[in-house]
Every structure is written in structure tokens, then in C-alpha cells.
């Protein structure tokens, strides 16, 4: 006789399953199900109670972060810079073919006005957070599945800057930088379009990604270089 | 006039922050009980209740109310509090009887003396996914697919963990309950 399996006596006390014939049937396998169904029904959890305004309180916590404005200042600040640009940057020049090769960085700013060092500011700030977005999801646990919600947030508002740098920056011929920056909006726009709820195969193919194309490296490079000006 | 959590949702979802404050108030408590059971610890089950909800602020447009808005928060919660596990220390597998052991609470100390200390050690002998998919079916009576998709694991993975969640369980607490150790 096939006695009921101690999972199908789980799913069975948790209304997963029908009652099969067999036990009915078995007396053996009633027994394990009403000494699993007793074992199950004095699990305890207690919780520590909560008073009636502690909704409140936990609203007075996250309030000020709610409401807290958002660090967007250098966008509109960027985009009239760009306004006041027109052709004045010289071109630079980048790493340009090999993915792997490194080259050295220049970012010449051929009259070192002050519109384009607050482009290169924003573009160098823009490069810094898009570098933390992308190693947390690098040194994420590659062994479990991670909730990458709050990620994707930042990754679809990081795309939308994007766009703006990256055609300044081949309107005023910096093909590296442009070069970078699409790198860059392809991985954002994966992240942002990938699970909430990322499993962690898909984590280990992205990191691999990260990896190959050095972006992570390039970002470096570039950061670095403008931190100089 | 007492407002539904749909026309909440729907306030909220315009920007309307006085309606997701009482989303938050309506709901806190549930989510503090979800949070503490998962991570067993009243301090960082409060971080997880924090981070619920400003993670369920910032998605709320992304609700699409194919569940209730309880269950949305639920599943966030859930995995909040599987993050401040993971955060507080590399190998959280481990971490969960010294947590247990050291959370005495009114509510624990209620409980009789051996039932409590057969029930921390089971519970420290889970590993936090097992205890999350465990509480999420046994507490919260999710499914094991849509623990799965709680979770991000595939519904056989979730149905695996509360296995052995049970099974564990199971081991230490049958005999109290079967009369073997005397109470």
C-alpha cells in the first residue's frame, strides 16, 4: 500500500489539496495527519502588540522622507548649460574601439567656461550615481532572488538624464562620453525593464554583462578624469 | 464617511499623501506583526515596516489591483523583511537562533516554558527564506504559487521551503503536542 507522502499531508492541512481516498481508507495515514495537524495548530509566532496610534507614529517616521524632494537640480541646471553651450566644447577623445582596452581619458574643455565645467559636474555627479545603481547590483548575493524595485526607480530616472547628456555631448563632439552614456542607458533600460523580483540566474547574467563590457571600468575612467577639472 | 483601500490607492496614486498616510495607519500594525514574524526581531522588524512602506509609496503607481492593496503590501513587506535579514549579516542562515533567543518578549515569556524554548529552537533552525514562505502560508494563508512570486522563486521552490519549514517544525513540536513531553 502507497502511504501518503508528509508533503501531501502538508498541502492537505493547508487546503492546498483534496482529501484523497487513501485515507479514508488508512488508518496509519490519519494518525500522521492528525498528529501533523496537531504539531501544526500549536505553532505560535506572538508578535509584540502595537498601540491604536502606532499607524501614526510609523507615518510621522517616513514622512519626511516621502515628501523629501527628490536630487534633481542638476538636470534643469545641465539643460540650460546646454542652452548656453552651442559648439563651445572641443572635441575629446575617449576610449574609443576595443571594448577591454584602456586608453587614457581626455576631457579637454577648450575655454574652461563655466557652462561647461557645470555640464562636466553634472555629467561626472550623473556618472557617480549610476556607478552606486549598478555595483550594488554587482556585489548583489548571487545566490538568491533580489527585489530590484527601488532599483528600477532610480535606473528609469537615471535613462531620462541620460538622453539629455548624451546628445549634448554628441552635439558638442564628445564621442566618448556619448559613446559611454549609451552603454550606459542599455544597461539602465534592462535593469529597469527586468523582474521586480530578480531571480538570481538573471542576477548572474547581468553581472556578467557588467563585467564584459567594462562599463563599471570606463565609468571610473571617465569619473575620475573629470574629477580633475 | 470611512474610505475603501481602493479609493485610497487611487488618491494616492495622484500624489495625494494624506491618503497613503491612511493607507499607512490602517495597515502598520498587520505589517509590524508580518515584519516581526519574519525576522523575529522587534527592531529590525521595524525597519522592514519603515522600508514597506516607503517602498509601497514609491511603486503605488505600479499597483495594479488584480490583488488587494493589503496583499500588494504583504508581498512587500515579506521581502523587506527578508532584506534586513540579508543586511544584518552575511550568513543570515545562522543568524536567526541568536535573534530568536535573544527577543524575550511579554507574548513569549506567556508562553509555557518548554513550548517556547522547542519553538525558538525550531524556529532558529529555519533558514529566513524557509521562515518567510512558513509565516506567509501558515500566518498569512498565501498559496505556495503565490509565495513563489512573493518570494521571486518558482512555485515548486516556495512549495519546497514551507516543506521543510514543516518539517522542522514538525520535529520539535509533535511530541509536546502529542502528550510525549509533559507541558
Not at chain 1, 501614526?56 to 515628501?67: F, H, Y
Request: glycine share 6%.
Amino acid at each position: 500500500m502507497n502511504h501518503l507522502e508528509d508533503e501531501q499531508l502538508t498541502m492537505l492541512y493547508y487546503g492546498e489539496a483534496s482529501p484523497p481516498p487513501h485515507l479514508e481508507e488508512c488508518s496509519e495515514c490519519r494518525e500522521r495527519f492528525d498528529s501533523l495537524r496537531r504539531a501544526l495548530s500549536s505553532v505560535e509566532m506572538p508578535a509584540p502588540e502595537r498601540a491604536a496610534e502606532y499607524g501614526a507614529e510609523v507615518w510621522s517616521r517616513i514622512e519626511r522622507k516621502i515628501e523629501k524632494p527628490r536630487r534633481r537640480w542638476l538636470v534643469p541646471v545641465a539643460a540650460a548649460v546646454v542652452l548656453l553651450l552651442g559648439g563651445a566644447f572641443e572635441a575629446g577623445r575617449l576610449y574609443q574601439g576595443g571594448r577591454q582596452e584602456r586608453r587614457r581619458v581626455v576631457v579637454p574643455v577648450a575655454e574652461s567656461g563655466t557652462a561647461e565645467r557645470i555640464l562636466l559636474v553634472a555629467v561626472g555627479d550623473y556618472l557617480e550615481r549610476s556607478q552606486i545603481v549598478l555595483i550594488e547590483l554587482a556585489n548583489a548575493d548571487p545566490n538568491t532572488a533580489l527585489d530590484i524595485s527601488q532599483t528600477q526607480d532610480q535606473a528609469r530616472d537615471l535613462v531620462s538624464e541620460n538622453r539629455l547628456y548624451r546628445q549634448t555631448a554628441e552635439r558638442t563632439g564628445q564621442a566618448g562620453i556619448a559613446s559611454l552614456l549609451e552603454d550606459l542607458e542599455r544597461v539602465l533600460l534592462e535593469i529597469e525593464h527586468a523582474p521586480s523580483m530578480m531571480p538570481p540566474q538573471e542576477l548572474e547574467q547581468l553581472r556578467h554583462r557588467l563585467r564584459d563590457d567594462g562599463i563599471l571600468f570606463k565609468m571610473r575612467v571617465v569619473g575620475a578624469n573629470m574629477e580633475k577639472l | 464617511m470611512k474610505w475603501t483601500d481602493e479609493a485610497l490607492v487611487a488618491a494616492a496614486k495622484t500624489g495625494d499623501a494624506g491618503s497613503f498616510r491612511k493607507l499607512v495607519e490602517r495597515h502598520a500594525g498587520h505589517v509590524f506583526q508580518l515584519a516581526y514574524r519574519i525576522t523575529g526581531n522587534e527592531q529590525d522588524a521595524e525597519d522592514a515596516v519603515q522600508e514597506s512602506f516607503l517602498r509601497a509609496y514609491r511603486q503605488i503607481g505600479r499597483f495594479d489591483g488584480n490583488s488587494s492593496f493589503g496583499t500588494w503590501l504583504y508581498r512587500i513587506t515579506a521581502n523587506c523583511a527578508l532584506d534586513v535579514i540579508r543586511k544584518r549579516q552575511p550568513s543570515a542562515d545562522d543568524s536567526m537562533r541568536t535573534v530568536l533567543s535573544d527577543s524575550a518578549t511579554p507574548e513569549r515569556a506567556a508562553m509555557s516554558g518548554e513550548i517556547r524554548d522547542r519553538m525558538e529552537e525550531a524556529l532558529g533552525e529555519l533558514t529566513p527564506v524557509e521562515r518567510a514562505a512558513f509565516v506567509l502560508r501558515h500566518f498569512e494563508g498565501m498559496g505556495t504559487a503565490e509565495i513563489g512570486k512573493t518570494l521571486g522563486c518558482e512555485p515548486g521552490a516556495a512549495k519546497q521551503s514551507v516543506f521543510r519549514a514543516v518539517r522542522k517544525l514538525r520535529k520539535a513540536l509533535e511530541p509536546l503536542a502529542s502528550g510525549v513531553i509533559s507541558k
